[in-house]
């Protein structure tokens, strides 16, 4: 769930009832919202109100795209940093991105990208397929330690054919683009060439990355925030020079001081738990955004031991549990249970 600041006007609390209890509670907010404002103030106070704050649960694990698994993260390297070959559109289509466009050729084993050389680097080097090609290598390679690589098994090969031609060739026709492409930010061969795939996660890049994306990486003060700005020239293609100036991304932790940092205005987007949603959803100031998510929760038996080991047993337990009661008890009803009844007793074998 996200929560989005739609006002810019502080609540006060000169209304509130006075008090021994309210003056204490009042204490609380306050310390939360100074809290807040600390870890989110950048260019000047108050805010440049051109500036986006997004709070992150946990520090950003970094900028190298091969060697990160947070979530957030990978967002902002494909979103923000990076560009991808590919990309999903609204409706969860592959589209053109870094590739303008693509054609298959020997029967569908051969995919050749033209890629948008007008993109360049924040470091003003110019983007071509080489890189795509330097990316493809590394993410296949073993030693990186991409936790991806078993996805791009298929590929067989990928060369830049020239600046602005890539050709993957794959074992055998695919049939569409894969998927794992739009998870793929391509990098810099000029900048990481010389370094060695095992090496990655350590080299400086982590910190601070040469991107291609809408935002290059100012600066990150590590367990405190990452501050982004915008680049001024991106392709109208790809949407042209971002809105906001800045981006800042604030590690706030705790569910309260991120709703207090939404009320506040020091905050404009944060993630929120079932238990704040509703007092999120009750606020004029504030807009709760739900959406669906590309997971699925298991409760898994160990069928190795006792009882367990007998599949009655388990078609039994998994008869007896009642779904709706998890999700509106465990996650506050910001889930679907599961429908197929009869596929996940057939699987328990």
Not at 115 to 144: K, M, N, P, S, Y
Not at 267 to 279: E, F, H, K, R, S
Request: charged share 20%.
């Amino acid at each position: 769930m996200i929560a989005r600041c739609t006002a810019r006007a502080k609540r006060h609390v000169a209304g509130r009832a006075p008090g021994v209890r309210g003056g204490a509670m009042l204490g609380r907010r306050t310390a939360r919202l100074l809290a807040a404002c600390a870890l989110v103030a950048c260019a000047g106070s108050p805010r440049d109100p051109g500036t986006l704050v997004i709070a992150s649960g946990t520090d950003l694990e970094g900028m190298q795209p091969l060697t990160t698994v947070h979530p957030l993260s990978r967002q902002v390297q494909r979103h923000l940093v990076f560009t991808p070959l590919v990309a999903l559109d609204s409706s969860l289509q592959v589209a053109p991105h870094a590739a303008e466009r693509w054609t298959w050729r020997e029967a569908g084993r051969t995919l050749v990208l033209t890629i948008d050389t007008t993109l360049r680097w924040h470091d003003g080097a110019r983007l071509t397929a080489h890189d795509a090609a330097f990316t493809l290598a590394l993410a296949r390679d073993a030693a990186t330690g991409w936790s991806r690589r078993g996805e791009l098994a298929s590929i067989t090969s990928a060369a830049a054919i020239d600046d602005a031609t890539l050709a993957l060739t794959f074992e055998r026709a695919p049939g569409a683009v894969p998927l794992v492409l739009t998870e793929l930010p391509l990098l810099p061969r000029h900048v990481l060439g010389a370094v060695p795939p095992a090496s990655l996660r350590a080299h400086p890049f982590t910190d601070a990355p040469v991107g291609s994306g809408p935002y290059r990486v100012v600066r990150r003060e590590a367990g405190r925030r990452w501050i982004l700005e915008r680049m001024p020239r991106y392709p109208a293609r790809l949407g042209g020079p971002a809105a906001s100036p800045v981006v800042v991304i604030a590690v706030v932790d705790e569910a309260t001081t991120k709703v207090a940092g939404l009320v506040s205005g020091a905050l404009d987007l944060a993630g929120v738990n079932p238990a704040t949603a509703a007092l999120v959803a009750r606020d004029p100031t504030l807009r709760l955004v739900t959406y669906p998510t590309l997971f699925t929760n298991w409760l898994v038996f160990t069928a190795s031991r006792p009882p367990f080991d007998d599949v009655r047993v388990r078609r039994a337990v998994a008869l007896a549990i009642d779904r709706r009661r998890l999700v509106d008890g465990g996650v506050g009803g910001f889930a679907t249970p599961s429908r197929a009844w009869s596929a996940d007793l057939a699987r328990d074998t």
